[in-house]
């Protein structure tokens, strides 16, 4: 018993039955309730990326310029995706059921919904190292085509073959979550814009594979670096330390209205915008972070310095007490 979440256009899973596939078998889904919500295939969503990036590159006028991001239909992708993770999420959380996702091949809008559902309903996907074995689970060891689909520049203007932001479009929705629920992920946006540029620079192993079998062809493991090596070394990780992280146990249940979903303008307009007040505000917030730690630390060792002093002190009296009692009797 469950449900079976189609991302596929409805016309696409007729098309294919008609050959004879492209569904679960009734009879061995009986019990399982089905539902559509369409999802945009890779070239759909690359057209949308390369009239965004054109949008966030022309602000010559304003006017223009909110005209031509709302007619990429980004930010409506954006809406989409968020949606259908919140579905899944609340089938599973509320409804304690089971949820089978398909998609057209298993490794695009497949994985962009279940990693998204389960950052909403497990905390652990919110921590770094948690995150990271997500995207490593679900994105690399599951068949997500990295060297297809990231071909050439996120910024290039390539529609052919099979280039799509499908890795994009999952950290800008975690991105938008981390703007909701700024307290429940260890992690700031530098780790997620770190992860969007080594996506694309072939600079780490980690991305530049479709799959594992090509991995072990190329023996990737001796002849490249792992991505993570790098991320988890103390001073890289230090820079991706969410100074407002409280762990939060409960889902997350965000707003996907229109209104809610914004710009990620530190990562699409960063060659843009003068980004350094914000960078010097952080800057200054975590100096004084770092000093309110370190403020805490001194008061947890005088209150233990206290309670040593208390538990000499009482047992001294506790001596001078059993001293005085023996001279009595002794007396």
């Known amino acids: 018993k469950g449900w079976i979440l189609d991302t596929r256009h409805p016309n696409v899973v007729k098309l294919a039955q008609s050959k004879g596939g492209g569904c679960e078998p009734e009879q061995h889904y009986a019990l399982w309730k089905r539902l559509h919500r369409h999802l945009d295939k890779h070239t759909v969503l690359q057209e949308s990326f390369m009239k965004f990036i054109d949008a966030c590159i022309d602000q010559s006028e304003k006017d223009r310029w909110l005209s031509k991001l709302e007619n990429s239909n980004w930010l409506l992708h954006v809406k989409e995706a ?192 003068n980004q350094i007040p914000q960078q010097e505000a952080w800057d200054e917030y975590l100096i004084i972070k770092e000093k309110e730690l370190q403020l805490r630390s001194y008061v947890n060792k005088l209150r233990q310095e206290l309670l040593e002093l208390e538990r000499k002190c009482t047992e001294k009296n506790s001596n001078m007490i059993k001293m005085e009692k023996d001279s009595i009797t002794t007396a």
Do not use: M
């Open 82 to 273: 968020l949606t259908v993770a919140c579905i899944v999420a609340q089938t599973i959380d509320r409804e304690e059921t089971s949820v089978l996702v398909h998609g057209s091949d298993g490794w695009d809008t497949t994985l962009l919904v279940t990693s998204l559902a389960q950052v909403l309903l497990h905390p652990d996907c919110r921590t770094i190292t948690g995150f990271e074995a997500l995207i490593e689970r679900e994105w690399i060891q599951a068949g997500h085509q990295f060297r297809s689909r990231c071909a050439r520049s996120a910024f290039g203007k390539s529609s052919r073959g099979q280039e799509s932001p499908l890795f994009t479009l999952f950290l800008d929705c975690t991105w938008q979550l981390l703007q909701q629920f700024a307290c429940s992920f260890e992690f700031n946006d530098t780790l997620l814009i770190q992860l969007f540029e080594h996506t694309y620079s072939s600079k780490f192993g980690t991305f530049i594979f479709n799959n594992e079998k090509e991995k072990t062809k190329y023996n990737a493991v001796k002849k490249t670096v792992s991505l993570w090596s790098y991320f988890n070394r103390p001073e890289i990780l230090r820079t991706f330390l969410n100074p407002f992280y409280e762990p939060n146990l409960n889902v997350l249940w965000p707003s996907v209205a229109a209104q809610s979903i914004i710009l990620w303008r530190s990562l699409y307009l960063r060659f843009y915008e």
